[in-house]
């Protein structure tokens, strides 16, 4: 008895200052907590504010705020708005608004801006990013934030761009943080008001903290750790960090009843033990002796292994204690290593999503230069082209002599074998509204595979596979062959000049598309070949614009790269997969058009144009059409389009009215109220271009016909009744459609 009083009772005084020490110090490490995830969970918050920012920069540094193009920066930025649900608003120096990409462009804007962002630039200037405080926002009904950034143009302040964000970015932002349950993490502005809260933020959003936490915040930027009351009256040691750059704050409480339970629940757990042992200590002294040594010197070898990251397999030893430490220990061992498979495999997820996505953004970059480039050469060739066909066509009806007609037929050939060609240039361009049309997809794949044939050799087995009912697609038609082409030619040379190319299509409803696209009905193309397959280094480059494997003279790097646009275009996408020695599939996904769609872009009707005349067909006599007594105003910057078309309608009978740019024809149309049709070119110099020029048309003089004509432009035609005929259009077809019109008024 004394042996075991002398050995116990120092071991339980010693128990209960370890407990008195370890409540101490775990209130310190509670505060050391609390202290380093405010200050972590603040930087956070930052990171958000940042990445906003991040959005508001690239806004303000749009070329087209710059140019003072407001309706092209209205749609960059109600696309970056509407991917984050916020809303952006730029104001001139005065305060007043110029757009809101929740409101119409041009519509005019009212009312007060509901922030305290001019208090914030009397305090700060106007020169920085300002963060505004939480506010009630009326219109959406909740609360909201604002961003602001200064606008340079040349150096100067132009306009200020705002961001107005809802509060629920930083709600989220906490939530996946993870805190303790017990913990309650708060995120509030510089008055105090609650942004965020992981508790009941329903309840608590918009709030106001308590007077005495307000105070005491408002006192110091520098971390401040202070015992205070819930919202709710629960006592809590709480911790507030400032949130670098915004002024705002993280307020991180736990309740002091979960800072003393561990102690009081391990001072409970050690009286019990004393009592237990001082009984049984003399009985069991001698057997627990003999049976502990083993069992605890083997679960520290367990926890060795543990601390390696090994899994343990444990065997029980009959020690009800030892054993519920092993097994946790066990248990532990498998969440580790469990946990560590997961962050592997999320890192690489997320590596690979990276990739993809600066992979994306290169080809688009790369593929938007090109296009470009030969969008611009294919705008000047096809009005270089309008004169010749007009002039043909002239010239045509005026030819008596047979062999001078067979001479101007030769000529239009070659005009039509041009007009193709820059049709094939400006497949890497934006939309060409023109040549867009809504496609019997079926009747499409059996000219596509016409060409095929021709193309590839006949140790080439072709094998499709067409699903019945094939839903119908907006596409360009040459641009359709084109890419199925340049697919099966690669195909080809994959496979050595033999083999087996598989082509497919079928209908597919899809809910989660890949990459990005809406959901919603698809046309999915196959290609597939038995050929040598791409390496990961040869896949990652393989739409890049003239990158190519094959030996110099044997390929431009344009086949995959043109089908990739085309794709693009059709507001679909191209996917690429492959393995080295398996082959190489080729998907495309186009969305579906209604079977009774018009062949016009939304909104707009466009009459197709005619793009030359077969070699054994004789022009035909000039249409007869209503033209006596019809004024038109014909609007063309080309002097020498100008030049034909104006001789080709005064021929027809038209009383013809010229401008030169959209400009110039507004200011016909204010002088002179007679003119029945206008008839206007779409790329224009000056800041009317011929869809500006058909928005005040239609906005002013909503009974007066308008006819736009293009060859290439990288806005689309939005206007109701517009017609469209893409370059290089046919004389007689023209002066039919403005005949037609002009009796329709």
């Not at 561990?262 to 049976?291: D, H, N």
């Not at 074998?417 to 794949?445: C, H, N, Y």
């Not at 035909?620 to 080709?648: K, M």
Request: glycine share 8%; charged share 20%; hydrophobic share 45%.
């Amino acid at each position: 008895m004394i042996l075991v009083v002398a050995i116990l009772v120092p071991s339980f005084i010693g128990a209960a200052l370890a407990v008195a020490y370890v409540y101490v110090e775990q209130q310190k490490d509670q505060e050391r907590s609390i202290a380093e995830t405010g200050r972590a969970f603040a930087l956070l918050i930052d990171n958000e504010m940042r990445h906003q920012e991040g959005i508001l920069r690239t806004l303000a540094a749009s070329p087209a705020l710059a140019a003072g193009d407001f309706g092209e920066f209205y749609q960059h930025a109600r696309r970056a708005a509407g991917a984050v649900d916020a809303v952006a608003v730029l104001y001139d120096l005065d305060g007043k608004p110029i757009l809101n990409t929740r409101r119409p462009l041009g519509v005019a804007l009212t009312g007060r801006d509901p922030s305290n962002l001019s208090a914030l630039m009397e305090r700060f200037g106007a020169a920085r990013t300002l963060v505004s405080d939480v506010f009630y926002a009326p219109p959406v009904q909740r609360y909201d934030f604002m961003m602001q950034v200064p606008v340079l143009v040349d150096g100067e302040p132009r306009y200020h761009l705002v961001l107005g964000l809802h509060v629920g970015i930083l709600q989220q932002l906490l939530e996946r943080q993870d805190f303790p349950k017990a913990w309650i993490a708060t995120v509030f502005d510089r008055n105090g008001r609650i942004a965020a809260r992981s508790s009941d933020p329903r309840h608590y959003v918009g709030t106001l903290l308590r007077e005495k936490t307000r105070k005491l915040a408002a006192t110091t930027d520098r971390d401040l750790v202070f015992p205070s009351h819930t919202l709710t009256g629960v006592p809590v040691r709480a911790q507030i960090t400032t949130v670098p750059n915004s002024g705002w704050k993280v307020l991180i409480a736990i309740p002091s009843a979960e800072i003393r339970r561990v102690p009081l629940e391990a001072a409970a757990l050690l009286a019990g033990m004393m009592a237990v042992l001082l009984v049984l200590a003399i009985a069991a002294g001698r057997w627990f002796a003999s049976r502990a040594v083993a069992p605890i010197e083997y679960l520290g070898r367990c926890a060795d292994r543990l601390a390696d990251g090994e899994e343990i397999p444990y065997r029980p030893h009959g020690l009800e204690e030892i054993d519920t430490v092993a097994w946790r220990m066990v248990e532990a061992s498998k969440q580790i290593r469990r946990s560590k498979r997961d962050l592997e495999h999320r890192v690489n997820e997320a590596i690979l999503a990276t990739e993809q996505a600066q992979g994306a953004l290169l080809r688009g970059q790369k593929l938007e230069s090109l296009g470009r480039l030969t969008a611009g050469i294919a705008h000047e060739f096809n009005n270089l082209l309008q004169t010749l066909t007009t002039a043909l066509q002239l010239a045509a009806m005026q030819a008596k002599e047979p062999n001078l007609q067979r001479l101007i037929d030769t000529c239009k050939r070659t005009v039509t074998r041009a007009t193709t060609l820059t049709g094939q240039l400006g497949s890497f361009g934006r939309v060409q509204e023109g040549r867009l049309v809504t496609v019997d997809t079926a009747a499409q794949l059996g000219s596509a595979l016409q060409l095929i044939r021709g193309a590839v050799a006949d140790s080439v087995e072709i094998e499709t596979g067409f699903a019945p009912a094939l839903w119908p697609v907006r596409v360009e038609p040459l641009q359709f062959d084109l890419a199925l082409l340049n697919l099966a030619i690669n195909a080809r040379d994959a496979m050595g000049g033999s083999g087996r190319l598989a082509i497919a299509a079928r209908n597919a409803t899809l809910d989660h598309p890949p990459e990005g696209l809406p959901s919603g009905d698809y046309l999915l193309l196959t290609v597939q070949d038995e050929g040598a397959g791409m390496t990961p280094e040869v896949l990652a480059r393989a739409l890049d614009p003239f990158f190519t494997t094959k030996s110099p003279g044997q390929g431009t790097g344009l086949g995959l790269p043109q089908a990739y646009a085309f794709a693009t275009q059709a507001q679909g996408l191209l996917t690429l997969h492959s393995t080295p020695g398996k082959g190489t599939r080729v998907q495309i996904y186009l969305p579906r058009a209604q079977e009774d769609e018009l062949a016009a872009p939304a909104g707009a009707e466009t009459v197709p144009s005619v793009q030359g005349i077969a070699p054994d067909v004789v022009a035909p006599a000039p249409v007869q059409s209503p033209a006596a007594g019809v004024t038109v105003l014909f609007v063309e910057d080309d002097v020498l389009v100008r030049e034909a078309v104006v001789e080709a309608l005064a021929a027809a009978g038209f009383a013809v009215r010229v401008a030169e740019n959209g400009e110039a024809a507004l200011a016909e149309l204010e002088r002179d109220h007679a003119i029945d049709i206008v008839f206007s070119d779409i790329v224009m110099p000056g800041s009317v271009s011929g869809i500006d020029l058909a928005g005040a048309v239609s906005e002013r003089w909503p009974t007066l016909p308008v006819v736009l004509a293009t060859g290439y432009t990288d806005r689309r035609v939005s206007i109701p009744g517009v017609k469209i005929l893409a370059k290089p259009y046919d004389v007689e077809q023209l002066i039919g459609l403005l005949g037609r019109l002009s009796g329709r008024r």
